[in-house]
């Protein structure tokens, strides 16, 4: 593991979703605690998106923006809300020049699947409709998020192409949760690595699906068919559960002809790029925002 990251390990709270409110509470605490991003440069407005029921989000505007991304934040379904989200999707919207649609999308386990999907398509389709008001190009808007975030975004572009619904320029996928089966190599063998944990992932699936059946849209790597979606990016973490299945989302991708960049970054830890200190956590951010630039200006 990179010393830099391991020397954090122990100021994490436990892996566990047995309590969501206490998970709430303990992610709330370590986004406070992460350093203030510079928002010099930034437009920040708290929106409704009309939908049933409406959806909150937060709009961060760069200064000539040609596209935007519609960001879901990680938190495995069930943590987080949109000042939580706030350091990071400030910090997508500086280093990419994309206006950045921060998604308040109902969280599980009052709000089991497809709640979260139909709140983050909803922003979508409002985003698309949007596109003169907020300055950007409707050609050149993208999906994407972190962790169960990043998984919502799959789901979303699937549905998209589904439905034929806006057209979606990019997929930026974070270290994705994709699959409730937990049979990778990853998912079975690491069974106590630091933040996510094979048993807290599993909960994960608990919360969101309930006792209903998983369909590609709550669970990506289910999808049968991956022709026709958009270019991705696809990030993973060496040691967290979820790496096998983002790798493996991304070679299907490749084999179903979609355009895919893959990185997996050795020595880091599920969510371990919120460490800022860390050199490898500052080439990660850096790698996602500039990833998201050339998509959107091309």
């Known amino acids: 593991m990179d010393a830099e990251l391991e020397a954090f390990i122990p100021l994490f709270p436990p892996a566990d979703l047995t309590d969501p409110v206490t998970a709430r509470k303990d992610l709330a605490a370590l986004a ?3 350093p203030a991003p510079d928002m010099a440069g930034l437009e920040v407005e708290d929106r409704m998106v009309p939908a049933d029921p409406d959806v909150a989000v937060r709009i961060y505007r760069p200064r000539q923006a040609l596209g935007a991304i519609v960001w879901l934040r990680g938190g495995g379904f069930v943590m987080g809300d949109l000042d939580t989200e706030h350091p990071w999707a400030s910090r997508a919207a500086i280093g990419s020049g994309a206006v950045v649609i921060s998604v308040g999308y109902r969280r599980a ?3 089991r699947f497809p709640a979260a999907l139909d709140d983050a398509y909803a922003v979508l389709t409002w985003t698309a409709e949007h596109a003169a008001e907020l300055g950007i190009d409707p050609a050149r808007i993208a999906v994407g998020g ?5 998984g919502i975004a799959a789901a979303v572009a699937l549905r998209a192409r589904d439905e034929q619904g806006p057209p979606i320029r990019f997929q930026l996928l974070n270290q994705p949760e994709l699959d409730d089966r937990q049979v990778t190599w990853s998912a079975r063998n690491f069974t106590d690595t630091p933040w996510m944990t094979r048993d807290k992932l599993a909960a994960t699936w608990r919360h969101y699906l309930g006792t209903a059946p998983a369909t590609q849209y709550a669970a990506a ?15 993973t973490a060496e040691f ?3 790496r096998d299945e983002g790798m493996g989302y991304a070679m299907r991708l490749l084999e179903a002809g979609v355009s895919v960049e893959l990185h997996q970054w050795p020595g880091t830890f599920h969510g371990s790029q919120a460490i800022l200190s860390a050199e490898v956590s500052q080439r990660q ?7 998201l630039r050339r998509a959107l200006a091309e």
């Open 240 to 242: 967290d559960p979820l």
């Open 146 to 150: 972190h962790s169960a975030g990043a």
């Open 32 to 34: 406070g605690a992460a």
């Open 109 to 111: 386990p009052e709000h």
């Open 285 to 291: 951010l850096a790698e996602l925002t500039g990833a």
């Open 221 to 235: 790597a289910r999808a049968t068919d991956l022709s026709g979606l958009p270019p991705a990016y696809i990030a």
